[in-house]
């Protein structure tokens, strides 16, 4: 793997994790915890969405609207396990 793909990935990671913490009112992970968020938000995302015949954009601004949607679900689970 490229060095450019894996910062890529953070950044995506970085910015998909504090767009959900700022939709689930969950923020304040710090930059660390928001990236790991964001990328497991991808990776569900990734995973779910096709599944569910969901199609969002493509490029940069298409991934990073599917982590946010995973990450999303990921701090929902979160949430629901911390109770």
Request: hydrophobic letters at 65%.
């Amino acid at each position: 793997m490229a060095i450019e793909i894996l910062i890529v990935w953070l950044v995506i990671g970085a910015v998909a994790g504090w767009l959900a913490g700022q939709i689930m009112k969950g923020g304040g992970f710090g930059l660390v915890g928001n990236i790991v968020v964001g990328i497991a938000g991808a990776v569900v995302g990734g995973w779910l969405l096709p599944r569910l015949g969901v199609l969002i954009l493509g490029g940069i601004l298409g991934e990073i609207l599917n982590a946010v949607i995973g990450a999303c679900l990921v701090l929902f689970v979160l949430q629901l396990v911390k109770r």
